[in-house]
């Protein structure tokens, strides 16, 4: 029991992380070193409402059994309070500042994208040239608007249910991997803002319609993408960071933040702009090796720990 106020607090600490573009709550989890746990648990979780989706009740009852809930329940409360506490905040940010967060957030991202690159064990001119088409499709589509709808003014009631559904599914899978972001994907499908103002607005059916999104999500794609993962990761790592890549044309800062995939000029206040991307950037790569080094440490000492029985 004495551990769940910790686990609180190691969920708003991620939280804060997948709130922000750029920065995975994954990778916190590393540095927490309760990543395999939280793994572990969703893949629970996971089966529990795959066989609740098939009609089977008492298999689902028994995977559910199997769910570390004193571990996932506080988890999940720090992180929606952190969701709650921060949201209005960076919302009045990206509205009073939106060059100089769409900064902060380009640098969080490129962050992520030297992340994802280390993630590749082979690098051969057909990862090269599934992440460059990826991300030469993703520059241009989004080039094809010359708007967003993920700004910090985008109304909740601007896009249908099944859109906040689609939104969530999306970012949860995002959410649970080391270097990528769901708040990032969340950019990239221009829910960002929406998404926010439903949060500070408490406007119910956008959230309800994302909540279920990430249960689907959970339930469906976290097990494709396992699969994904297992059988072709490098493949995948490659179409990821070429999406992340080319979606870094919608935080591109001028003219308008995240509220314009125009590729403005840059303004007077470009020294503030580069030293937040600079900062931003740095962020990631620090956390990542503070996380790696965690991990390795960890590891050492599982095995140490069996070389001892």
């Given at each position: ?231 072709h990761h490098d493949t995948v790592t490659a179409a990821l960071i070429g999406l992340m ?10 003219p308008d933040g995240v509220d314009s995939t125009v590729l403005g000029s840059p303004d ?42």
């Amino acid at each position: 029991m004495r551990e769940i106020p910790f686990t609180a607090l190691r969920g708003f600490v991620m939280g804060m992380a997948d709130i922000v573009p750029g920065v995975s709550g994954g990778t916190v989890a590393l540095v927490f070193a309760i990543y395999r746990r939280l793994v572990g648990a969703i893949r629970t979780a996971s089966t529990a409402l795959e066989r609740l989706a098939r009609a089977d009740v008492a298999g689902a009852r028994r995977a559910l059994s199997q769910v570390e809930w004193t571990f996932i329940v506080p988890l999940l409360g720090g992180i929606l309070a952190a969701v709650a506490t921060l949201s209005g905040p960076i919302e009045r940010l990206l509205h009073d500042r939106p060059e100089e967060m769409s900064g902060l957030f380009l640098g969080l991202v490129a962050g992520s994208t030297v992340v994802a690159w280390q993630l590749l064990t082979t690098r051969d001119v057909r990862r090269l040239g599934v992440l460059v088409a990826v991300a030469a499709v993703t520059f241009l589509a989004l080039g094809l608007s010359e708007t967003t709808t993920g700004s910090a003014e985008a109304t909740a009631g601007g896009h249908a249910l099944w859109v906040y559904f689609l939104a969530g599914a999306v970012a949860i899978c995002a959410m649970i991997l080391p270097g990528i972001s769901g708040s990032f994907m969340l950019v990239a499908m221009g829910m960002y803002g929406s998404v926010l103002g439903a949060v500070n607005d408490r406007d119910l059916p956008p959230l309800v319609a994302v909540a279920l999104g990430c249960v689907v999500g959970l339930a469906l794609f976290s097990r494709l993408l396992h699969w994904a993962l297992s059988e072709h990761h490098d493949t995948v790592t490659a179409a990821l960071i070429g999406l992340m890549v080319g979606s870094l044309r919608v935080l591109w800062p001028w003219p308008d933040g995240v509220d314009s995939t125009v590729l403005g000029s840059p303004d007077g206040r470009l020294g503030v702009v580069v030293a937040l991307a600079l900062g931003g950037l740095a962020l990631v790569v620090a956390l990542n090796a503070l996380a790696k080094r965690l991990e390795h440490r960890s590891t050492a000492d599982e095995i140490d720990e069996l070389r001892s029985v």
